[in-house]
């Protein structure tokens, strides 16, 4: 029901995802979502937006590690299935090194994916009222 609700107000969940993913404004689409690597603006530099409402906190880094374990722990496994003969310590170092810049940039795409979610269903604020207890 909620997500009919987000859709019939003009706030297409897909879209809004596409736009945070892609580091930019849920609401215009033009506007730059973050100010630094990981640090989101107050409001859009375009259309003015607020979006200091966001509460991503700990889970663009769960989904992020949740990828690139896969990813790295599945081309392990496929390295050791196509060179079984070789010294672990060469698949070991690519996988630490693939774990490193696959997290570095999937981390903001994550996140701004996750703000453009919590947009479109109008949580934490972002429906024009505070979230409260109960």
């Not at 809004?16 to 989101?40: A, D, T």
């Not at 374990?69 to 693939?98: K, R």
Request: aromatic share 8%.
């Amino acid at each position: 029901m909620t997500a009919i609700y987000a859709a019939e107000a003009g706030r297409p969940i897909g879209r809004s995802f596409r736009r945070g993913f892609l580091g930019r404004c849920p609401h215009c689409g033009i506007g730059k979502m973050f100010g630094s690597f990981l640090k989101v603006n107050d409001h859009c530099p375009s259309c003015g937006e607020a979006l200091h409402h966001q509460r991503a906190d700990d889970m663009p880094p769960y989904v992020t590690m949740l990828i690139v374990g896969h990813i790295v722990v599945a081309g392990l496994l496929t390295s050791e299935e196509v060179w079984p003969d070789s010294p672990m310590l060469l698949p070991g170092a690519i996988g630490a090194i693939a774990a490193l810049f696959l997290s570095l940039a999937l981390l903001p795409r994550v996140k701004g994916a996750l703000i453009g979610y919590q947009w479109a269903m109008r949580m934490h604020g972002f429906g024009g009222h505070d979230d409260v207890p109960g």
